[in-house]
Structure formats: C-alpha cells, structure tokens
C-alpha cells in the first residue's frame, strides 16, 4: 500500500464546480503539502500545513482552499473550477522535527482536467 | 520568478556513461537541496540531498556538487543504467522556511542501451 495515497487519480470536471481532491498518509508524519505541476513551470506550492490547527498560504493559493481533518488527511478543494486549473497536483508530507529542512514524500498525483 | 532554474529540459546518455543534470539557484537564503526522481504516472521520489555547509554528497551512484559561489548544483550518476531514465528535479529551501521547497522545471534523462 502506498504511503500518501491521492484520490481520484484521474478527474475530469467543467468550469464551475466544485471540486474536492483527497490526499491521506500513513506515514504519520505532521507536516503536509499541495502542489501543482504544469508543462514547464515544475512544481508549485499551493498550500502546506504543520499540523490540523496550523494552514499555511503556499506560492499560488488564489483559487484553492484546504482541510486538515486529521494528521493523515489533508483536503483541497477548488470552490469554482475554471480552465486554468487543469494541472497534475500532488500531496506531500514530510517530518515536522529536527532543525532541519525534512524530504518530502509525494502521493503520485492527481491528474485535473477542467473542461 | 523562478527561483530554481534548469535549463535543460532533456539530456540523452549511452548506458554506462556519466549523466550530468545541471541545476542554478537565484536566492541566497537557500541552504538545503534535494534532487527527486520522477517516473510516468508516479510521483516525485527522494533521490539525494545536500546541506549548504557541504560541497559534495554520495550515495551510491549518485553524487550532488554544490558550488555556492556560482549558486550551483550538479547531480552525477555514474554509471548511468536504462533504470535511470526519468525526469529529475532540484529542489531547494531556506532555513526558517517552513519546510518550503522551491522546484526546477525538471531534467527529463534518457539513458540508452
């Protein structure tokens, strides 16, 4: 079983819905993330959280919202889809202690389409 | 901006041979680097990291250079196998960041046998 499971894995949606996208670890870790990756533009932060008290504002946030209903579940959701939100997206979690900056472990994605 | 930059969307490589993937960073602030490996229809895996206080990691196969003065990364594998063929990213954070991660555009290598 994977580690950070993303669900659906594949959407296809038009302009104007709602959209909700599922990630869920059991890594345990605290610490998780939304990304979007477009053709050439690599991967973009959306949104991060710590832990379920503590949501944090990513690179490109505008247009999205989030959930952090428990350790291993973090929610995006896309109140009113529009085109340019057709994007592959991905979750990722990564250990909240240590001094350090930690790795972060990416679910495989899942892919948007926005009609 | 794009604050991690690489410039080379593509690189081809007869097997056994010496991939370089090549990776510059604008901000000063960063001190943390990692590379990922990323396969079609998987996500990004952890490959190699390296801190700011070193010029070098290995592991295995893999080698990441860091030339802070030119704020420059490299990741070296040596010797390169068909297995070795995906899309790799840098990425790179600044201490006190939150765990926030800026991405390169992505190397796609293809390793020929």
């Known amino acids: 079983d994977a580690d950070v499971t993303q669900t659906p894995r594949n959407r296809i949606t038009k302009t104007g819905k709602r959209i909700m996208l599922e990630c869920s670890q059991t890594?345990?870790?605290?610490?998780m993330y939304w990304y979007r990756q477009d053709p050439g533009l690599g991967l973009r932060l959306i949104y991060y959280?710590?832990?379920?008290?503590?949501?944090n504002k990513g690179e490109i946030s505008d247009g999205y919202s989030v959930s952090r209903q428990a350790q291993a579940k973090f929610s995006l959701s896309l109140e009113s889809a529009i085109p340019n939100q057709t994007a592959l997206y991905f979750c990722?979690?990564?250990?909240?202690?240590?001094?350090?900056?930690?790795?972060?472990?990416f679910g495989d994605g899942t892919r948007l389409s926005i009609l | 901006d794009q604050q991690v930059k690489q410039n080379s969307p593509s690189l081809s490589v007869q097997e056994g041979r010496i991939s370089i993937l090549n990776c510059d960073y604008t901000?000063?602030?960063?001190?943390?680097f990692l590379w990922y490996k990323k396969y079609p229809a998987e996500g990004p895996t952890f490959l190699i990291s390296?801190?700011?206080?070193?010029d070098k990691n290995e592991d295995g196969r893999f080698t990441v250079f860091l030339n802070k003065s030119a704020k420059h990364l490299s990741l070296h594998i040596v010797p390169s196998q068909p297995g070795d063929s995906a899309v790799y990213f840098c990425?790179?954070?600044?201490?006190?960041?939150?765990?926030?991660?800026?991405f390169g555009t992505g190397t796609s290598l293809t390793v020929i046998p």
């Open positions: 990425a790179a954070s600044a201490l006190g960041s939150g765990n926030q991660f800026y």
């Open positions: 890594k345990g870790h605290d610490r």
């Open positions: 990722a979690t990564s250990e909240g202690q240590g001094p350090r900056n930690q790795p972060q472990h």
């Open positions: 390296i801190s700011s206080i070193k």
């Open positions: 959280s710590f832990d379920v008290k503590d949501i």
């Open positions: 901000n000063s602030m960063f001190d943390y």
